[in-house]
């Protein structure tokens, strides 16, 4: 019988025969206080001259999620490739749990599970055959019980003897994460994992993604959906052109880099704003039936109360007024526009 590709974890050293000496989990080398993951500058370069990652430097602590965004082509999966073994790097190292990825790959890899951007699986393979062949790759034991949780966890119980052609495109997403997950590794990358999944099941994906990290996997997402990000990560980073822009705490960065919006509705429209109000750098829309006043949240002053008071003196109505918060997604935009 012919060897099956091997795709939907990292296998330890990238041959879908590989047997591990030892099945129990290696030991991470560094104490729980080191990051899980450290990158140290990481760059790729290939053969066309492409340079895909720029000295990028990255530490993922432990039990974290960590989400990375960047548009297509930023370097995202490429770097996700060389920390799983499937990429060389041009310059750099990378440890995972303290084992380097190239001194001792076995170990290294053995920590991770992975569930790439493009499905593929063993079609005409049973979904329980497929979960438990990835298993085994590691030199795990059989273990039934634990197989049954994930495809409960992923909702595919009910799909366990179907063959892998048999499933919708969102059952096959989850199908790869539950091999991904088979031989319980301590890190899991997804890359774009809710991509063709609808709304509930995405829903369903975040609910699992949290009780993973509840039991101490760390979590590394790429996505396009910024409301994943803001829904789910602990932390944010933001590559563009191969370049970390930056790694932050979500509430930080949003603090930080978020804006607020204040919209006034007016009695009568403006035609012209008096030059009383030049300083607050307001623009006029809604034909002069509405001005928006961008102010910076973690200034000492956010100038609204003299704004109000200079509108008033230069009779000016408002009717009505609401604030509105900067979103990840403004910041991500931002960002990248400014780094471009």
């Given at each position: 019988?012919?060897?099956?590709?091997?795709?939907?974890?990292?296998?330890?050293?990238?041959?879908?025969?590989?047997?591990a000496e030892n099945s129990e989990k290696p030991m991470l080398q560094k104490s729980s206080?080191?990051?899980?993951?450290?990158?140290?500058?990481?760059?790729?370069?290939?053969?066309?001259?492409?340079?895909?990652?720029?000295?990028?430097?990255l530490e993922i602590r432990e039990s974290e999620i960590l989400a990375l965004l960047g548009p297509n082509g930023a370097g995202k999966t490429t770097m996700i490739s060389i920390i799983c073994g499937l990429a060389n790097p041009t310059t750099g190292s990378v440890t995972v749990g303290g084992h380097d990825i190239k001194r001792d790959f076995r170990a290294a890899r053995s920590l991770i599970g992975l569930v790439p951007q493009e499905l593929h699986t063993e079609s005409f393979e049973s979904v329980w055959a497929t979960v438990n062949?990835?298993?085994?790759?590691?030199?795990?034991?059989?273990?039934?019980?634990?197989?049954?949780?994930?495809?409960?966890?992923?909702?595919?119980?009910?799909?366990?003897d179907s063959k892998v052609f048999e499933l919708s495109g969102g059952m096959?997403?989850?199908?790869?994460?539950?091999?991904?997950?088979?031989?319980?590794?301590?890190?899991?990358?997804?890359?774009?994992?809710?991509?063709?999944?609808?709304?509930e099941l995405r829903?369903?994906?975040?609910?699992?993604?949290?009780?993973?990290?509840?039991t101490g996997v760390t979590v590394i997402l790429t996505t396009h959906y910024i409301e994943e990000a803001e829904e789910m990560a602990d932390r944010i980073g933001v590559i563009n052109n191969g370049e970390m822009l930056?790694?932050?705490?979500?509430?930080?960065l949003m603090r930080k880099l978020g804006r607020k919006q204040l919209t006034l509705e007016l009695r009568e429209p403006v035609d012209t704003?008096?030059?009383?109000?030049?300083?607050?750098?307001?623009?006029?829309?809604n034909n002069g039936q509405t001005l928006i006043y961008t102010y910076d949240t973690s200034a000492a002053r956010t100038g609204i109360t003299s704004l109000l008071?200079?509108?008033?003196?230069?009779?000016?109505?408002?009717?009505?007024?609401?604030?509105?918060?900067?979103?990840?997604?403004?910041?991500f935009v931002s960002l990248v526009r400014d780094r471009s």
């Open positions: 019988m012919a060897t099956r590709p091997y795709i939907g974890s990292c296998p330890p050293d990238g041959r879908a025969n590989f047997r206080t080191s990051p899980i993951i450290s990158v140290s500058g990481l760059s790729k370069t290939y053969e066309n001259g492409f340079q895909a990652l720029k000295s990028v430097d062949f990835s298993r085994g790759l590691f030199g795990k034991p059989p273990n039934a019980k634990l197989v049954e949780q994930i495809l409960r966890d992923l909702t595919l119980w009910e799909k366990k096959k997403r989850r199908l790869m994460i539950a091999k991904a997950l088979s031989h319980e590794p301590r890190i899991l990358f997804l890359d774009e994992p809710t991509a063709g999944v609808d709304v829903k369903d994906m975040w609910q699992l993604i949290h009780k993973l990290r509840e930056l790694i932050e705490e979500k509430s930080e704003l008096p030059e009383a109000l030049g300083r607050y750098d307001l623009e006029v829309a008071a200079d509108l008033n003196r230069s009779g000016i109505a408002v009717r009505d007024l609401e604030t509105r918060s900067s979103s990840l997604e403004d910041i």
